[in-house]
């Protein structure tokens, strides 16, 4: 009798130790610090994979990750990247020059069409009266983007659930402007000037399309 239940008490313990050492296991993996979006993998169109961040949690962005931007506009691109997990700094930028260079070329060749894609109702109101106002004075635009030596994020901000970034551009550009018969009235093609704006692009966070739209332009 007293061997069986010396049996009973060995089977027991063994069983307590396996058991133990199961939910150690377990409780141990569950303690592990989850990565923030910034620490997970991406996959092969360089969306973030992983868990999501909780929205009001700090983000840590390494100091990389901010290149392209002036200080004053780190905190709000923390709480836009926690706010939308689509969201990457260099992508943002590499984006915002193609939009630039697509919306100058269609402004000067009078595409409403395309500028009315790219940007804000506000804004395309202000580009489709000025070609409007050059179509009625017979006037071309022959204009060539040379090169953006520059574009710096200056700001950027979350309200509510639209994210506005605001971008500082320098570039080169040749202005020349032609009559109703092709004469050059002013400008030149051989004589790049240099152009200093800052143009403001919003988005919806929450919006299924990934697009930026122009929605205020500057000089800078």
Known sequence: MIYEIVILAMIAAFLGLRLYSVLGRRAEHEEEIVPTRFDQGKDAGGAVTGPRQEQNAPVPLRPRDMAGATPMAEQGIRAIAAADRQFE????LHGAKAAYQMILEAFWRGDREELKELCTPEVFEGFAA???AREAAGEVLDNRLVRIEEATIQSARLEGRSARIAVRFAADIAAVTRD?????IAGSLNDAVESRDVWTFVRQVNASAPDWLLEETDEG
Request: hydrophobic fraction near 50%; avoid cysteine.
């Open 180 to 184: 109703r018969d092709g004469n050059v």
């Open 130 to 132: 000025a070609i409007t």
């Open 89 to 92: 700094l260099a992508g943002f």
